[in-house]
């Protein structure tokens, strides 16, 4: 099982271009998410999905927007990119649980906006 | 407002000494609380995990500690070795919404 896959693992903007990052998992979890990773703030969710059809926003969703057609692709697009979004871009991936199990991380997008 | 609060942001132990790491939360409906490990380049894995009605669970070299009434909890390794040098964050589950609150981090670094 290849888990979660991310595209592509690094990326430079130029301020005001758009893209998407790709997230695809083939381990039939309902539950996906985005995540970006700055020094000294930890992760912060950016959107989360609970299902085909179904998304959210999480704790920083502004310039970041999500769908989620199928199961397995939860693809993360930024409208115009800013330098405030120069980041690590991680996806994860799990069932729905309580009291027990965890999320899959891919291995990350590392995005510069310059 | 940060939920789940983690220090140190950076740690250097000797090898085979004790690497320390503490965490505190502040919702009380969290249910499940892991740790995960992240190596530079790759994303977090789950390193081990609690549920809030137990004290302590150890898998090898690593312990957490639970203290439900102060709301905190601790990552304990044992033995450190320079393998282990990584990021560690703590988090928190949030029961039925499934979301996972992270910390900000502690870069670990063992000198041999």
């Known amino acids: 099982n290849a888990g979660v896959t991310q595209t592509p693992k690094f990326q430079v903007l130029k301020t005001g271009q758009s893209m998407t990052l790709q997230c695809a998992q083939d381990m039939n979890h309902e539950y996906m998410s985005w995540y970006r990773q700055d020094p000294g703030m930890g992760l912060r969710l950016i959107h989360y999905?609970?299902?085909?059809?179904?998304?959210d926003q999480g704790e920083v969703p502004n310039g970041y927007n999500v769908s989620r057609s199928t199961t397995e692709d939860f693809p993360l697009r930024l409208l115009s990119a800013a330098p405030s979004q120069t980041s690590v871009y991680f996806c994860?991936?799990?069932?729905?649980?309580?009291?027990?199990?965890?999320?899959?991380f891919g291995s990350g997008t590392r995005l510069t906006v310059v | 407002q940060q939920q789940v609060k983690q220090s140190p942001q950076s740690l250097i132990v000797q090898k085979g000494g004790i690497s320390i790491i503490n965490c505190a939360y502040e919702n009380t409906a969290f249910d499940y609380f892991p740790w995960y490990q992240q190596f530079p380049g790759k994303g977090p894995a789950l390193l081990i995990a609690?549920?809030?009605?137990?004290s302590e669970k150890k898998e090898g070299r690593f312990t957490i500690s639970f203290n439900k009434s102060a709301k905190q909890f601790s990552l304990h390794i044992m033995d450190s070795q320079p393998g282990d040098s990584a990021t560690y964050f703590c988090?928190?589950?949030?029961?039925?919404?499934?979301?996972?609150?992270f910390g900000t981090g502690t870069l670990l670094a063992v000198q041999p």
């Open positions: 994860a991936s799990s069932t729905f649980f309580t009291g027990g199990g965890g999320y899959t």
């Open positions: 999905s609970v299902g085909a059809g179904i998304t």
């Open positions: 988090a928190a589950h949030g029961g039925a919404t499934n979301k996972l609150i």
């Open positions: 609690i549920r809030p009605d137990v």
